[in-house]
Nanobody, 125 residues
Framework: QVQLVESGGGLVQAGGSLRLSCAAS????????MAWYRQAPGKEREAVSC????????YYLDSVKGRFTASRDAAKNTIYLQMNSLKPDDTAVYYC??????????????????WGQGTQVTVSS
């Protein structure tokens, strides 16, 4: 079983920064690709970023490229999403996700079979 716990969300003004963390339990973490998703009120969940087992970071939203950076610390079983220059449109619940035994990323939410509980990010204008 894999458990994912996100943290680091909060309320920030536009232009501010937050760093989200996702702590994973389970020995498969070091070889798993890990993804970040977000879901705003009334909208579908969308893929934000993914980091492969080798540490390559991918970004699925043009709106976050250059502002968000995904990284991982295998020793701490944790991935991060550094979010800079935040905008009100970034307001959402942010989730991390992974798929057991998978070292590659996918933009499809159905690919992943483990999800965290989410952390709320609210950006005020």
């Amino acid at each position: 079983q894999v458990q994912l716990v996100e943290s680091g969300g909060g309320l920030v003004q536009a232009g501010g920064s937050l760093r989200l963390s996702c702590a994973a339990s389970g020995r498969i973490f070091s070889i798993n690709a890990m993804a970040w998703y977000r879901q705003a009120p009334g909208k579908e969940r969308e893929a934000v970023s993914c980091i492969t087992s080798s540490g390559r970071d991918l970004y699925y939203l043009d709106s976050v490229k250059g502002r968000f950076t995904a990284s991982r610390d295998a020793a701490k079983n944790t991935i991060y999403l550094q979010m800079n220059s935040l905008k009100p449109d970034d307001t959402a619940v942010y989730y991390c996700a992974t798929k057991r035994g998978s070292t590659v990323c996918s933009a499809s939410s159905t690919w992943y079979n483990y999800w965290g509980q989410g952390t709320q990010v609210t950006v005020s204008s």
